[in-house]
């Protein structure tokens, strides 16, 4: 149910200095996943050009910014994330022109874009690596262990599975927490943090508003590489500090791009920044990477993990605030993004949980991320056949986690998750190319085909046949977005908790009251207000509301 706010107001825009509050502290950001969503040429891949052209829609929607993955040239063994020239766009995406051309129409509809960077790992195409010489100095290589130096040189495990080592045919092994075609960088060496500032320079002289730092809890690794001395690693990632993530070592690397960031900000009378995608065991030590000198966001994947249970989101929520108060930071928060299961079918397969977790997140006070899709209620594809699978954990034989992080453990995973954790928790079945249009597989995803097969059934899930229908999840989305536009302080503001029975959440921001009931049946309170928004149809008689079960309602107070 919507209804006209009666006295709309702009919210304030933040001053355009690289320093003090900025845009993106409560700034909606949707994440592009530009393979999977518009082809422009036909080949069943999506492009920056299609992203262009679709751009309208994406400020119709009402978000603040795009978050673009990984474009450049890459031999894509891991869907880009491993790449061969950070300064060249792969023709598979199209052109530098397409780039600046998308970052120009994105300006001119004042829609921000933030760009992947990868710093962790380049591909083993990458030039530095190709180069005998270079590629000692620049990456991780060790000597192996045992009489002939046959084994890895420790006992780390790949997040994909299997070892973390590949040996060479020169008879050492080098390091990769991620597929053997990204080997790690060495980032003891200065020539590394060198050509990364070259490459956001880059970037950023051609307009970018961010990065999104991909694995920015990897790049230092402990002193000596020790063995972790257990398996099943994967399983460990965001639960413990292990020897190669979240070291304390990074943050250093994240102070000098928060002054090469600042430092370009004001020199060019813009706010550029950084997120992290950072795996952290505590809310407090994912607060240290947007301490006011590291970056400025960090996704907040805790939340992400969350049970659908009233306590449980509670204390993340009050956990996640607190930390990063105690830094004067914003918290991310973000539901789905192309490492795990879409949101829809984690929270049990009930779209009704998953328009709930959405407006509860909107609710909120900071950024919110977007991951392409869940606007349309897409669930996550649970039946691709083996032979169109790309993710690279799949051929690798990875247990059912995500690329980097615990999100998709399907064995330990919270009520409703086991039952419905996606493809074995792997990462084809949340990147399935958009629905635009029509009746048909590629549902005007492009002229061609689409690189990953679409069900017969997503007819109805399409853009346009969302479009101006009132239940659609789209106009939820629509709605939403619009009304946190509207209220002054929405997104930035205060926060109180109100008292709520069991099983329901309830908290005010300013200009509205929230409730969340995480039931399965409805519950009746004393109506707080009037209803302005609800993820399902909330009635009020005789001043009590009934909130139906999974629901999440937004009241005018
Ligand atoms: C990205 C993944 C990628 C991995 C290695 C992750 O955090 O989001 O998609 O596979 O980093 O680059």
Redesign the pocket.
Known sequence: MTQELTSPSPAPQAPGTGRGPGWWRDAVIYQVYVRSFADSDGDGIGDLRGARERLPYLKDLGVDAVWLTPFYASPQA??G?DVADYRAVDPLFGTLQDADDLIRTAHDLDLRVIVDI?P??TSDRHPWFQDPELSRQRYLFRPGKGESGELPPNDWESVFGGPAWTRTDRGDWYLHL?APE?PDLNWDNPEVHTEFEAIMRFWLDLGVDGFRV??AHGMIKAPGLPDIGHGAQAQLIGAQVLPFFDQDGVHAIHRAWRRLLDGYGDAHGRQVIGVA?AWAPTAERLALYVRPDELHQAFNFQFLNAPWQSDALRSVIDASLAATASVGAPTTWVLS???VVRHTTRLGGSLARARAATLLMLALPGSAYLYQGEELGLPEVTDLPDEVRQDPAFFRGGRATG??GPGTDTESAPDGVAAAGGQDGF?DGCRVPLPWSGELPPYGFGPGGSWLPQPADWGGLTVAAQTGDAASTLELYRAALDLRRRLPGLGDGPMTWAPAPDGVLAFTRPGLLCTVNTLGHDVGLPAPGTPLLSSAPVTVDDATGRLPGDSCTWWAI
């Open positions: 891991d869907g994330y990868v962790n790992h991620f990204q991909d694995v995608e993004n192309h490492d690329a980097a990462r």
